[in-house]
């Protein structure tokens, strides 16, 4: 044990026993009687009041093995005992001797520093004391010996923590001094000098000092020190000091002028060099990432090269000024991801935050926001209560007759005729009040497409072969043909036209003929039909042919994109390399959304995005091979760019494209992690293999020094950045965000599954729910059996099957929801078994597509009001958010009848995850994970929203049970998922979120997602709601067991057994009939826990 003269300080025991025993946990405590606690206070106080040097060295050398010995615990419990006052004031005391004991002094500063580095107020101790003003002193005495100095220095270091001491040192010229300590390349003192080199950065912590640096023209300084100990560095200890150095201007580029000073003084180009070199040596590539970061951080803002931030696009809003200026746009607090990078590191310190904790919110249902007057306007939205099925006495086979004319006229346009011509529309601002917009293609009496709507054609590849398509399609390849006003073209260009529309016709008729059927549910003229009276702002009258000639998926699954090593540091350095020099610099645009007059060189991409679902708004050729990518905003705003599509022609093969989409606002994504963009050939198509295709190497997310045009504040831009080598001279390409789905598509699909299903068995009624803003229907589609005839009994059970309300694509980037919905409709409308089953149990609510604006005008997640519809469900506007408004009608209508959804699901798509899940509701695991003091014991919860998630674990590979969670926030408080379980009391009301990407567990394991997969999803969630059925009998048909494949169980085996439920109901419970009226909560016991896991919500 140790004692020390006649003191009363007595601690017991040994070293080693004084580092304690272990916790169960394996924490080492203090065991240290009670006795010992006050003898070192007493050790303490003698120190601070010891007389003679040896007691003084003695304490310090006891303190300093006791410290040494143990953990920081130790040094956490002496600041807690008075430690740092202490020490602070023995160094007061020896310090202000006319000739101090350096004796002393250096193992009290040595002490000092290595308690301060534990101790958050040490700074201000110090300053308290008057130790900071008599450190910098006793430096300023030692300035040629380096052992002092450098201790000095460390305490300097240590004092800094605080702003207000780093700035009483920098006040009293410390920065100078300190600064005049770091000489040339030398190989002495450089203990001192990266001591010296350490305090100066921990100085620059103030904005005041970093002011001070940037005047003296320190920076300067600081790059030529740099300069010179890279280029003479030979050992270990020199690259430590140019880690040192770099930090130093790290800390100083935080100010804009600094960064300025950085720039101006060479900075970017010294790093640059110094940087290759690091590269070369494996013993400074330590240096290169400090370096990169920082070149990044002070490439000089650039300015977009757009004359507005605002969407070129702009849609006259009823009630809202005409014409809205440029200006400042926070970021919106209520999206999906915070725009803030910050924000983005610090969510898990505010997600509790976030949490709902009042249990009158959570519990009570608010009342409604309209008046029950208003809901049996929607009683004609369940027409399979009023339809009288007179047609049941009919044959069953369907009716050819029938079917076809439950089509539109538009649909006989391109049947028989197909002229080619190629329109213009002038771009321009819908009218919210009107019935038909200027994008909208006129038909005449008889159903035909005037001349001025019809086709363009193009020659593709060497003028071999035409490709010609629906209403004002253009392929963009080979060289267009000189358009004309309807009837005015020339005479003797009739007889040489006429000749080529028959030649385009038989083309056109022989390559449907060949290529058209062999994709499912997708017929071209159809198609072209759909989009001749789709409205949009600026008029799409040219149609994007995979959207025209339809999708496969490819065969095989397509794997995740390996990220290459170092891409990141790669890309950075090629942007350094473009701000340094200007040779092969083009910096050209060559397609501007706004400006259509822009010539391209013959020898460049060729660039379009002016036709439904596309977005770009901008392409400049920064290189012979390399282009900047912008897009363009959602409809009357400035932000929300993510979403892209365009074409892509001219090009050469086997040449790597880089392209650089640079005004992306999400700061991360899953392109990080082995996404990538999708890519459509339409040589490729035309040559039997019509698939989007995962494409590009070279991929890197990573933020950028572009700012927007217009100035607004705190927006950073983010570029995505990837290369491309096209298989075939002269194609034309698409590339895309994701898989494209268009609202033309969409109502294309409906009439093909309208005219695929047995009227004698299927219920399928399409109707529309209401109009958008820019005129277009919003189509529901309600899908459930016939009953087996006209009697009483068949016609109750169908009267009274529960609801099932589906819907999807309220954000409209997020397309891979609508291939998850066509999965979910193919199937209720096929002959499999299960979905027989599902008919014969449930009646379906469609609406597959919430905002048909925002996905025609390529928006990636507002309508043309500017605002996220997922946003509005608390109190949607009837004018401004119709889709919600109606939707949201319908369900109080549902709820008003009895009829309350046994089921809503909302489809979306997530960005920044991989796999798919579920977010559903529930007030326990809300108040559990918030921390809540409510007691929960009492509440009894009925656990069936959980029900849908577990069977789909063990039915769908691409789904994760684990990324589920049930948590109600604040900022979700007005989305869809929450109002209908809130409002209409729905236990199962959820949003589902597909991936972007692909999965990280399963047999999709590295796989990414395509449209088969997502498609996959739909029907697999269809097989889940068996688990919700009333009908035993039915759910534990063996017949059905072996078409929905249970034998698939859980696909994360690795992960153990799990807590999976049946794929039936709790039968102990009995089947249930429909969930209670309001979120189900009353007294009585509970004995599940929560299992939801942190993350963003819908």
Same mark, same amino acid.
């Given at each position: ?71 920081? #615990? ?64 006793? +430096? ?84 030529? +020190? ?5 280029? %003479?560095?030979?050992?270990?200890? !020199? ?66 090269? +757009? ?12 009630? #809202? ?52 007057? +208003? ?157 001749? %009276? ?36 790669? %890309? ?10 200007? !040779? ?122 572009f700012c927007p045009a217009r100035g607004r504040r705190r927006t950073t831009f983010y570029t995505l950045t990837f290369s491309i080598s096209f298989k075939h001279n002269e194609d034309v390409c698409y590339l895309a965000y994701h898989y494209p789905y268009t609202y033309s598509a969409l109502k294309a699909h409906l009439k093909v599954l309208q005219k695929s299903v047995d009227p004698a068995k299927v219920f399928f009624q399409q109707q529309v729910l209401c109009g958008t803003l820019a005129g277009n229907p ?109 939707? %949201? ?16 699901? !909302? ?123 009333? !009908? ?39 089947? #249930? ?24 919500? #819908?």
């Amino acid at each position: 044990m140790f004692r020390y003269g006649q003191s009363n300080f007595t601690w017991n025991g040994t070293l080693r026993e004084l580092e304690g025993s272990w916790t169960e946990r394996g924490r080492p405590r203090m065991t240290a009687s009670p006795s010992s606690s006050s003898g070192l206070e007493v050790l303490l106080s003698t120190l601070q009041n010891a007389g003679d040097v040896e007691s003084t060295l003695n304490i310090l050398n006891v303190l300093d093995e006791l410290l040494s010995a143990g953990t920081d #615990r130790r040094i956490h419990y002496m600041i807690s005992k008075g430690g740092s006052e202490a020490l602070l004031t023995a160094l007061v005391n020896t310090g202000r001797s006319f000739s101090p004991n350096y004796t002393l002094l250096l193992p009290l500063l040595h002490l000092l520093a290595k308690v301060g580095h534990r101790d958050r107020r040490i700074g201000v101790k110090a300053e308290d004391a008057g130790a900071a003003l008599l450190t910098l002193n006793l +430096l300023r005495h030692n300035v040629k010996h380096a052992g002092r100095a450098a201790a000095c220095l460390w305490v300097i270091q240590v004092f800094s923590s605080s702003v207000s001491t780093a700035n009483l040192i920098g006040a009293n010229h410390g920065l100078d001094d300190i600064y005049r300590l770091i000489p040339q390349y030398t190989t002495k003192h450089l203990h001192a000098i990266k001591a010296a080199i350490d305090a100066f950065a921990a100085l620059l912590c103030t904005k005041a000092n970093v002011c001070s640096v940037v005047s003296k023209g320190y920076i300067s300084g600081l790059l030529r +020190l740099y300069e010179d100990w890279h280029c %003479k560095q030979t050992q270990h200890a !020199d690259v430590a000091i140019c880690h040192s150095l770099l930090r130093c201007l790290h800390k100083v580029t935080h100010s804009t002028a600094g960064r300025q000073a950085f720039v101006s003084q060479g900075g970017i180009r010294l790093l640059y060099g110094t940087t290759q070199t690091c590269l070369l040596s494996k013993g400074l590539e330590s240096l290169v990432e400090p370096s990169v970061q920082l070149m990044r951080k002070c490439l000089p803002k650039t300015p977009l090269p +757009l004359t507005s931030d605002r969407s070129a696009y702009t849609f006259l809003v009823p009630g #809202r000024p005409d014409v809205v200026p440029d200006m400042d746009v926070e970021p919106d607090e209520n999206s999906e991801e915070s725009d803030d990078e910050e924000a983005e590191d610090n969510k898990d310190a505010d997600f509790d935050d976030d949490l709902e904790t009042d249990l009158n919110k959570l519990r009570i249902r608010p009342d409604p926001d309209r008046p029950k007057e +208003l809901l049996p306007q929607y009683s004609c939205l369940c027409p399979e209560l009023s339809h009288d099925f007179q047609e049941l006495g009919l044959s069953s086979e369907p009716e050819e007759s029938s079917t076809s004319s439950s089509s539109s006229d538009e649909e006989a346009v391109l049947l028989s005729d197909l002229r080619v011509h190629s329109s213009n529309r002038d771009r321009g601002s819908s009218s919210a009040s009107h019935q038909s917009s200027p994008s909208s293609l006129e038909t005449d009496p008889e159903g035909h497409a005037p001349a001025a709507a019809q086709l363009e054609a193009l020659d593709f590849h060497s003028h071999s072969s035409i490709l010609s398509t629906s209403p004002g399609f253009r392929t963009g390849v080979g060289q267009a043909r000189v358009e004309a006003p309807v009837g005015q073209r020339r005479e003797d260009q009739d007889e040489e036209e006429d000749a080529d529309d028959s030649h385009h016709r038989t083309m056109i008729d022989r390559l449907l003929e060949r290529h058209g059927s062999c994709i499912p549910h997708h017929e071209p003229k159809l198609y072209c039909a759909a989009a001749a %009276k789709t409205n949009s702002i600026p008029g799409f009258s040219i149609l994007a042919f995979p959207d025209f000639w339809g999708h496969l998926p490819p065969p095989g699954h397509e794997p995740m994109s390996p990220r290459k090593p170092n891409i990141q540091r790669q %890309k950075v350095f090629e942007d350094a390399q473009r701000f340094l020099t200007t !040779d092969g610099i083009i910096n050209q645009v060559v397609f501007d959304l706004e400006d259509s007059s822009i010539q391209c060189p013959s020898d460049s991409l060729r660039f379009y995005s002016k036709f439904e679902c596309g977005n770009l708004r901008k392409a400049v050729q920064v290189r012979k091979y390399e282009y900047d990518l912008i897009l363009n905003a959602d409809a009357n705003t400035s932000q929300h760019t993510q979403w892209f599509y365009c074409e892509v022609s001219n090009m050469v093969a086997d040449v790597p494209y880089r392209f650089n989409v640079i005004n992306c606002e999400k700061s991360n994504s899953q392109f990080n992690y082995g996404m990538q963009p999708v890519l459509y050939s339409v040589r490729e198509a035309l040559e039997g293999r019509p698939h989007w295709v995962r494409t590009g190497t070279d991929i890197c997310y990573f933020r950028n020094h572009f700012c927007p045009a217009r100035g607004r504040r705190r927006t950073t831009f983010y570029t995505l950045t990837f290369s491309i080598s096209f298989k075939h001279n002269e194609d034309v390409c698409y590339l895309a965000y994701h898989y494209p789905y268009t609202y033309s598509a969409l109502k294309a699909h409906l009439k093909v599954l309208q005219k695929s299903v047995d009227p004698a068995k299927v219920f399928f009624q399409q109707q529309v729910l209401c109009g958008t803003l820019a005129g277009n229907p919003c189509p529901m589609v309600t899908i459930t059996a016939c009953p087996a005839s006209r009697g009483w009994k068949d016609m109750h059970q169908l009267r009274n099957r529960p609801c099932i309300v589906l819907t999807g694509r309220v954000h409209p980037g997020e397309s891979n929801a609508s291939w998850v919905m066509k999965g979910t409709l193919e199937f209720l409308c096929s002959t499999d078994p299960v979905a027989q089953s599902l008919r014969e149990a449930f009646v379906f609510k469609l609406i597959p597509m919430l905002n048909p604006d925002g996905v025609i005008n390529g928006t990636n997640r507002c309508d043309l009001n500017s605002e996220d519809l997922n946003r509005q469900w608390c109190k949607p506007d009837p004018v401004l958010s119709p889709t919600i408004y109606h939707t %949201k009608g319908l369900l109080y209508y549902l709820n008003s009848i009895g009829r309350t959804p046994l089921v809503f699901c !909302d489809y979306h798509g997530h960005s920044r995850k991989k796999n798919v899940f579920l977010y559903g509701c529930s007030v326990k695991e809300t108040l559990w994970q918030s921390g809540s003091a409510v007691n929960t014991v009492g509440l009894k919860e009925d656990p069936g929203y959980r029900t849908i998630p577990k069977t789909l674990d063990r039915l769908a590979p691409a789904f994760s049970f684990n990324s589920c969670n049930y948590l109600v926030e604040k900022s979700r408080s007005s989305t869809a998922r929450v109002v209908v379980w809130r409002e209409m009391g729905v236990l199962r009301s959820y949003t589902m979120e597909s991936t972007h990407n692909g999965c990280d567990q399963g047999i999709y394991k590295g796989l990414q997602m395509g449209t088969r997969e997502l498609q996959e999803m739909g029907v697999k969630f269809c097989h889940s709601l068996l688990s919700v059925t009333k !009908d035993v009998k039915t759910l534990y048909s063996q017949r059905l067991i072996s078409h929905v494949g249970l034998d698939h169980k859980s696909h994360n085996l690795s992960q153990g057994p799990r807590d999976t439920a049946p794929l039936g109901p709790n039968l102990s419970q009995g089947p #249930r009939d429909t969930p209670p009226p309001g979120p189900s909560l009353s007294q009585g016991p509970r004995d599940t826990a929560p299992l939801g896991q942190r993350g963003h919500r #819908r």
